[in-house]
């Protein structure tokens, strides 16, 4: 059973910062992707960030360029994502996703879409008060 598990949600400030950690499963290290995705109430489910495992190339959507990190300590077996500059849009439930797959191409566009991942964890809540 592959379980992952998002935390470190919680209530900030806008303008704050907010570090989530993803507890991943030790094969998603090889050569896989592991991804942040998040969802606000009324909305869709929509990508956030996305590292590489075997390179640790990293993946933005627009709205969190320049402010969100994404990065990982293999030998934890964990990703992070941490959040600055918060804004009162970036609050959801935050989730964290392996994809089997890490072809060139799919870094295009495709680590976006939320059917090409295999697992998920549970999300976690941040709340931005602004």
């Known amino acids: 059973d592959v379980q992952l598990q998002a935390s470190g949600g919680g209530l900030v400030q806008a303008g704050r910062s907010l570090r989530l950690s993803c507890a991943a499963p030790?094969?998603?290290?090889?050569?896989?992707?592991i991804a942040w995705f998040r969802q606000a109430p009324g909305k869709e489910r929509e990508a956030v960030s996305c590292i590489r495992t075997s390179d640790d190339s990293t993946y933005y959507a627009d709205s969190v360029q320049g402010r969100f990190a994404v990065s990982s300590d293999k030998a934890k077996n964990m990703v992070y994502l941490q959040m600055n500059r918060l804004k009162s849009e970036d609050t959801a439930v935050y989730f964290c996703a392996v994809g089997l797959i890490s072809s060139d191409s799919w870094y295009g566009s495709s680590w976006k879409i939320d059917y090409e991942y295999d697992y998920w964890g549970q999300g976690t809540q941040v709340t931005v008060s602004s």
């Open positions: 030790r094969f998603a290290f090889g050569d896989y992707t």
